[in-house]
């Protein structure tokens, strides 16, 4: 439900949280309980929204007119900047069997 402002004669101004079905009515004063009309300010502030929500729709309103180019990088898996790729550890006997050192002595190798 969004938070409207409304502005009471008596008290001065105050915000209401309201269903959006009630957008145009008066809504009562919390103070004095008589019926203030609403403040045509702005759009409403929805508060059902959560803060990671927030996060993304404003980091995809930030880059949607300059999405990040992948042209100047390298491509996955390239190679170059990954360094040496080390070697498994996986031993082979004379009788052709796999074992894998220290990794899970109880799987049975194909």
Not at 77 to 100: E, Y
Request: net charge positive; aromatic share 6%; glycine share 12%.
């Amino acid at each position: 439900m969004p938070m409207y402002d409304y502005a009471c004669g008596d008290c001065g101004e105050f915000a209401a949280l309201r269903p959006l079905a009630q957008w145009r009515d008066p809504a009562p004063c919390p103070q004095c309980g008589a019926m203030a009309g609403r403040i045509v300010g702005g759009a409403p502030a929805i508060s059902a929204l959560s803060s990671a929500v927030n996060r993304a729709r404003a980091a995809n309103e930030r880059n949607a007119n300059e999405p990040r180019s992948t042209r100047g990088g390298h491509g996955m898996n390239c190679g170059c900047c990954a360094g040496p790729r080390s070697r498994g550890k996986t031993r082979t006997s004379a009788d052709g069997a796999k074992s894998f050192a220290g990794a899970r002595p109880w799987m049975i190798s194909h």
